[in-house]
């Protein structure tokens, strides 16, 4: 099975951090997304990658950067962490969604900033 | 723009009771595929059933069922014999053909009582 592995369940922040969440998958997928999860609000995307060096802005990317060197890894970066980008991100990868078999996630970072 | 909307914020039904989740999607497009995630409180999401819109025949995966009707852009979760590991948040999903991202509607909190 292809396994997503983020590399954090938890993470405590301060304002003003720039903050790294890391995501790795074994698969060799083209496809990786970040995703933001609130109550009520469901899974917003915020940026995704369909290769190396490639990247995408999704619906909510302000805030954020990403960055692939690897084809497996896939990170976002919270340039200067705010009390409004606590959070659940999820990662997520796709061997390419044209397939459409959906993606596999990872088990999410759980991401409070104080 | 594509939207799922899923009309049932939370859910609660005893266990071995059969639930119907329901969810509606907008598009303009005629190949798309469809999708239901499940979160249980572990946070992994797993991906329960998937439907291809060019498909008739409902999709089943075990005690999980699909209601697909295209024209009405319906697509109803069906868990029959509930049980108490199926108590999760539940998000259907939309992907269009051809596309990398899926699209995810709010979600519907389901829990199965004793």
């Known amino acids: 099975d292809v396994k997503v592995t983020q590399s954090s369940r938890y993470l405590v922040k301060r304002t003003g951090e720039k903050v790294f969440l890391e995501c790795v998958q074994d698969?060799?997928?083209?496809?990786m997304f970040w995703y933001r999860q609130d109550p009520g609000l469901g899974l917003r995307l915020i940026y995704f990658s369909y290769d190396v060096k490639m990247k995408e802005k999704g619906d909510i990317p302000e805030g954020y950067s990403v960055s692939r060197e690897k084809k497996e890894r896939f990170s976002l970066i919270l340039e200067s962490a705010s009390t409004n980008q606590t959070s659940m991100y999820l990662c997520?990868?796709?061997?390419?969604?044209?397939?459409?078999?959906?993606?596999?996630f990872g088990s999410g970072t759980r991401l409070t900033v104080v | 723009a594509q939207t799922v909307t899923q009309s049932q914020p939370e859910m609660s039904v005893q266990e071995a009771e059969t639930v119907t989740l329901s969810c509606t999607y907008d598009?303009?497009?005629?190949?798309?595929?469809l999708f239901w995630y499940k979160q249980p409180p572990s946070r992994q999401m797993i991906l329960v059933i998937r439907q291809e819109a060019y498909k008739q025949q409902n999709a089943t995966e075990n005690r999980f069922s699909v209601n697909f009707q295209k024209a009405a852009k319906s697509f109803s979760l069906k868990i029959s014999d509930s049980q108490l590991g199926d108590t999760a948040m539940y998000f259907c999903a939309f992907l269009m053909n051809r596309d990398d991202k899926i699209i995810f509607g709010k979600g519907t909190r389901l829990h199965i009582l004793p």
């Open positions: 698969m060799d997928h083209e496809n």
């Open positions: 598009t303009s497009e005629s190949n798309y595929y």
């Open positions: 997520a990868s796709s061997l390419t969604a044209w397939t459409g078999y959906g993606y596999t």
